[in-house]
């Protein structure tokens, strides 16, 4: 069955960087793309990027533009996000999704990594 | 990119119908027939209810149903059940080859 296991919950200093992985099983990990959401303490789900299937092209919300970085190591079958200057409004639950290509939803998603950026 | 505007809750009694809509632009919502909704319980990740505007996953409940017109999409839950009880958020593919998502609604079973 697909499955999306995430890494640990993660404690930063503002001005740090954070480095989450989502690692992939039950699927040909290249045959699909990998979303990043995240959510903030009682808000609202917010799209961060993606990592497209087969090229490993990115595509970044503006909103991040020069602070995140998504990658994958296809050998390890796991995606990576991560964001640099980090400051307190970063705080919040970060998510991988799995998207089949050619089509606009996220069907699996990992069970989330809580970020805490806190001096 | 805006976040698509969702009503911030929506009630019913159980047995009812109720409709959330979700209104965007003619850059996203009304753009493309990628939208989506998800389903999310407190401190869970989020569920896929209804993919490319009116399509349940395998496992869905048929009571959960999707449409659009325009600019708006909208999520139906007919015969409301306790455990629909939940926050939903809708999400769109957009112009600029980005994604966004509703504000979220918050659904109360009375």
């Known amino acids: 069955q697909v499955q999306l296991v995430q890494s640990g919950a993660e404690v930063k200093k503002p001005g740090a960087s954070v480095k989450v992985s989502c690692k992939a099983s039950?699927?040909?990990?290249?045959?699909?793309?990998m979303q990043w959401v995240r959510q903030a303490p009682g808000q609202r789900l917010e799209w961060m990027g993606w990592i497209s299937a087969g090229n490993g092209n990115t595509k970044y919300s503006q909103r991040f533009q020069g602070r995140l970085t998504i990658t994958w190591d296809t050998s390890a079958s796991t995606a990576y996000m991560e964001l640099s200057s980090l400051r307190s409004e970063d705080t919040a639950v970060y998510y991988c999704a799995r998207h089949p290509p050619g089509w606009g939803y996220f069907d699996y998603w990992g069970q989330g990594t809580l970020v805490t950026v806190s001096s | 990119q805006s976040a698509l505007t969702q009503p911030a809750s929506v009630s019913g009694s159980p047995g009812q119908s109720i409709t959330i809509s979700c209104t965007g632009t003619?850059?996203?919502?009304?753009?493309?027939?990628?939208v989506s909704w998800y389903q999310q319980h407190p401190g869970k990740a989020p569920k896929l209810m209804i993919y490319e505007v009116s399509n349940r996953p395998s496992g869905v409940p048929d009571r959960f149903s999707g449409s659009k017109s325009g600019n708006t999409a909208s999520l139906t839950i007919s015969g409301l059940q306790a455990e629909d009880e939940a926050d939903y958020y809708c999400s769109s593919y957009t112009s600029s080859s980005t994604y966004v998502f509703g504000t979220g609604t918050k659904v109360t079973v009375l």
């Open positions: 039950g699927y040909t990990f290249t045959n699909y793309a």
């Open positions: 003619s850059s996203d919502v009304g753009g493309y027939n990628y």
